[in-house]
């Protein structure tokens, strides 16, 4: 299946919202979208589209507020025809990015930068091998986490007390937006680079 190229001048005309619809009249997600730009039936799971991305993409529709997730519709004509057999290899790298990026970024976010900083220095994960010898290093980087979380809400508490309590605030909003885009835009990173293996068969 390919793309309607007469379809594509109006995807800038469509609106991407939250959640799935009975009709492309009561508005469309990205995966709806992109059944309509391929010509299948109205469905949040087109038929043409890998289930890895229309899973992750679906994630990021319904995730991301209604400004940030409009930034999906440029990546959309690229995802019909992924149904390709190259499952396993874009399973792998979502699960690196999960590993070796996302989590990471919060782990520096809570003070756990030696945590961080282990996950990111394992060696890429593109096998079942390669996860496996991840897997201690990252049950070790979640206890740490849930302990530091712990830690965190004891500490907030007592901030809740303290007149500063507003500075605070705002800076860790800040920070936390930082980190919020910068996760959005390597998302969307690994959206392309998951799409784009259809061309390695």
């Known amino acids: 299946m390919t793309v309607l190229p007469e379809r594509l001048p109006l995807l800038d ?7 799935s619809h009975s009709s492309f009249d009561d508005g469309a997600c990205a995966m709806e979208v992109v059944a309509w730009i391929a010509g299948e039936p109205h469905s949040d799971q087109p038929k043409c589209v890998s289930p890895v991305l229309t899973g992750f993409c679906i994630s990021l529709n319904d ?23 190259q499952d396993e290899a874009r399973s792998y790298l979502a699960l690196d990015w999960l590993i070796r990026t996302y989590t990471p970024a919060w782990l520096d976010l809570a003070g756990l930068t030696g945590e961080a900083r282990e996950l990111r220095s394992l060696r890429r994960i593109v096998d079942l091998a390669a996860a496996q010898s991840a897997g201690p290093v990252v049950r070790a980087a979640q206890g740490r986490a849930a302990a530091a979380r712990d830690a965190a809400g004891a500490a907030a508490r007592d901030a809740a007390r303290d007149a500063a309590r507003a500075a605070a605030r ?18 969307m990173t690994l959206l ?4 784009w293996l259809k061309d390695d068969e």
């Open 192 to 195: 392309e680079q998951m799409a």
């Open 13 to 19: 005309t469509i609106h991407l919202a939250h959640g």
């Open 170 to 187: 705002d800076a860790a909003r800040a920070t936390l937006r930082s980190t919020v885009e910068e996760l959005q835009q390597s998302a």
């Open 63 to 85: 995730r991301w507020d209604d400004e940030q997730r409009q930034t999906l519709k440029p990546y959309l004509p690229r995802l019909v025809g992924t149904r390709d057999g």
